[in-house]
């Protein structure tokens, strides 16, 4: 650098020598003064390039420290500008397959500002026209308060606001509000639950995962149920269908996974529309499915014949006398569908024989029974995610006679999700696995070990022979290989049991070659019509509407229609003697 | 020349500082426009939100039942209208052995092609040619010979 400046410094010195040698034509008289004022100006011009030298070597300095220098951290003006997104006070629900089933959406409310208001009666007039449900009275008074602010409606749809827009009167005013939305209405309306004016939810998930779908930084993540909403459609609507058909007071429902635990549609009728609360009562709020508990009647024979096969008490082979009723202290055990004969075992379960059963269990021993319900969590409520749980009800004090009666499923009150969940263990290879709403992202859970696999199968077996040829032949879905067992209990009074008033059940299981899906259905006291002959049991009212459900929504969960391997079940058919007419 | 450097300097100080200014302007141009699309995005996404919801509700399951039972003649299907795999369906278009180059092969006129076509039959592939297609070959045949 100072070689530079000094180089610089001698050109520009040379060339004043030059000029200064050269007769200068401007001072020819005073050569002295022309010398000072030269080497004055030569000084001064020095001093001008050694400013300029001083501020290049700077941005040369700069340029290089540029290069080295990280990019810049300042980005260009159109990167600074965000997509502000778009705020909410509460997370949706979304079903399995990304479905919403419920979400908020921006409402306007209507307020008023009475002081801007010219003419009162055109305007009430005008606004009446296009909000007829507010009361005109009502409407005056408010505008001719005089005061600043009165509420006029809230929530208006976004049409009314077009049309208040559109009256072009300044003193209408809204403001923005949010509404969580159903948009499948009454569907699934006892999982979803609702949620008051302020967005708190109050029954169902809602009310469940009230904080986490409040929780800020987790309001862009849906809540993914379990839920298939077109299965859920399938079996409300069936449901419905039988529930008219029988003039029944009610009706629970429920497809579950039997290898996840996934609850893939769940219903129960009476229900509601969350989207409208207003008199609703706390008969349709009521889920029967999970807060709802039942004597489920046969249903319970499979956990009967599973704990005493698991147990190695009984085996196909073995007989039991129903040739007449049992007695038992100050109780009768009688059958449904008496044969008054020795029965085998596949023939106690497929025609579901009290007076067998109570004798297995007998074999069995009340102390196994127990630990074996116990094992399968039906003797505690369960935990599926829903505040409305209904904890079983059974005996304290567990007597030989209760014993008896629980064999056959009286004596005992269980949720329908209990239920299901235990016989999707029965089928499932003996894992338990809990009932969830919550979508699992894979398809098969390892579960708690209840019963062997071998035991499983067995079951499996009971089950289809008890379509095929016992008591659940109204179940059977033609292709999709449907097992599953009737339940049909009296239901308990004072005093005793009303003959006429019945819970009718089915719980199914399919494909039962390797089983996916457990489908129940229990209709609340229906009554039996011309097309059932009058039998208002689980095997003409509730089998029905199972296999309804399964040809509906079995080629929506992919299981695929196939002719039976009648191999599987020929061994037990055999024993199972007269086949019933249909 | 040496009174012009600095009018030409001048020039082109001017020049650039008119297109510094220029830029800038359209530099700001271009950034509203930006935010405003930033804006319209946000609308959309809202809208997006709002007809997301309106079309689970028009989509639900008892509105398309409704709709279906009213337009369509469709009913639930039974058990044996599902094909569980696609090897049993009847007739299946074979590309590899299928039609010659030759479309003369289409015709059945020599003794030798029908028996082509038997065998085609018994893999359970039925040829159909429209009359329209027929005639046209058999055109085409003619002028070829004529020629």
Not at chain 1, 451 to 470: D, E, F, N
Not at chain 1, 533 to 538: E, I, K, P, T, V
Not at chain 2, 132 to 145: S, T
Request: aromatic share 6%.
């Amino acid at each position: 650098m100072t070689m530079l400046a000094t180089s610089l410094a001698k050109s520009s010195n040379g060339r004043g020598s030059a000029i200064g040698a050269k007769a200068n034509p401007y001072c020819l008289d005073t050569a002295d003064i022309c010398q000072n004022a030269m080497s004055k100006a030569r000084s001064r011009l020095l001093m001008g390039i050694a400013a300029f030298f001083l501020s290049f070597v700077l941005m040369g300095a700069r340029t290089i420290e540029l290069g080295f220098s990280e990019p810049m951290a300042k980005r260009p003006v159109a990167h600074q500008v965000v997509v502000e997104p778009v705020e909410f006070a509460r997370a949706d629900i979304v079903d399995r397959n990304g479905e919403i089933l419920a979400t908020n959406l921006e409402t306007s409310s209507l307020y008023a500002n009475p002081r801007m208001i010219e003419d009162v009666d055109l305007a009430t007039r005008k606004l009446i026209e296009i909000l007829p449900d507010l009361s005109e009275a009502d409407v005056r008074n408010k505008l001719a308060s005089g005061r600043k602010f009165v509420w006029l409606k809230r929530k208006l749809t976004p049409r009314e606001k077009w049309e208040v827009n559109a009256l072009g009167i300044p003193a209408f005013q809204f403001e923005r509000e949010e509404e969580r939305i159903y948009p499948h209405g009454r569907l699934a309306s006892h999982v979803l639950g609702y949620v008051d004016v302020d967005g708190n939810g109050l029954g169902g998930v809602e009310h469940f995962f009230d904080a986490r779908l409040n929780e800020a930084s987790q309001r862009h993540e849906p809540i993914r149920l379990s839920l298939d909403i077109r299965v859920q459609y399938a079996l409300a609507d069936e449901l419905e269908a039988a529930m008219r058909a029988h003039e029944a007071k009610g009706a629970a429902g429920l497809v579950m996974d039997v290898n996840t635990g996934e609850v893939v549609a769940m219903a129960s009728l009476p229900d509601y529309d969350p989207n409208n609360m207003r008199g609703v009562g706390d008969l349709e709020r009521f889920n029967r499915v999970t807060k709802g508990v039942y004597e489920l009647g046969s249903t319970f024979k499979t956990f009967t014949f599973a704990a005493a096969m698991d147990h190695d008490v009984i085996d196909f082979e073995d007989e039991y006398d129903a040739t007449k009723p049992l007695r038992i202290s100050r109780f009768w055990i009688r059958d449904d569908h008496p044969k008054a004969r020795v029965l085998t075992v596949p023939e106690v379960f497929a025609f579901s024989s009290n007076i067998g059963t109570a004798q297995i269990a007998l074999d069995l021993g009340t102390d196994q029974q127990k630990e074996f319900l116990t094992d399968l969590g039906l003797l505690e409520p369960s935990n599926l995610e829903l505040t409305e749980v209904g904890a079983p009800i059974y005996p304290a004090n567990w007597r030989k006679v209760s014993t008896m009666t629980i064999s056959y499923g009286h004596g005992i009150a269980v949720s329908p999700v209990q239920l299901a969940s235990g016989i999707a263990t029965m089928v499932n290879g003996g894992r338990h696995i809990p009932a969830t709403l919550i979508h699992k992202n894979s398809d098969w859970v390892d579960g708690r070990q209840v019963i062997k696999p071998s035991t499983s199968q067995k079951i499996r077996q009971l089950l289809r022979l008890a379509v095929t040829k016992g008591t659940g032949g109204n179940a059977n879905a033609v292709g999709y290989r449907v097992g599953g067992k009737t339940g049909t209990a009296e239901k308990a009074e004072a005093g005793g049991y009303n003959r006429k008033a019945l819970i009718s059940s089915f719980i199914g299981a399919f494909p039962m070659d390797n089983p996916r899906y457990v489908v129940f259905a229990l209709l609340d006291e229906p009554k039996g019509t011309r097309e059932t002959h009058g039998f208002a049991s689980g095997g003409w009212t509730a089998a029905p509407v199972v296999k309804n459900v399964i040809m509906r929504a079995a080629p929506l969960l992919g299981v695929s229609p196939v002719e039976e391997d009648e191999g599987l079940y020929h061994r037990v058919a055999m024993m199972i003697a007269d086949k019933k007419k249909r | 020349m040496r009174r012009y450097i600095p009018l030409l300097a001048a020039g082109v100080a001017l020049l650039s500082g008119a297109a510094v200014l220029q830029l800038k302007y359209a530099v700001q141009e271009q950034s509203s426009q930006v935010k405003s699309i930033a804006r319209q995005i946000h609308l959309d996404q809202e809208a997006i939100r709002v007809l997301k919801a309106e079309w689970s509700y028009k989509t639900t399951p008892s509105m398309l039942q409704d709709r279906s039972l009213r337009f369509l003649a469709l009913m639930p299907p039974h058990s044996e209208q599902i094909i569980v795999s696609p090897g049993v369906i009847p007739f299946r278009l074979n590309v590899d052995d299928e039609v010659a180059p030759d479309p003369g092969v289409l015709l059945t006129t020599g003794p030798v092609k029908p028996r082509a076509k038997k065998k085609r039959d018994s893999r359970g592939f039925r040829l159909q040619i429209s009359e329209k297609i027929k005639h046209k070959i058999e055109q085409n045949a003619q002028v070829g010979e004529a020629l």
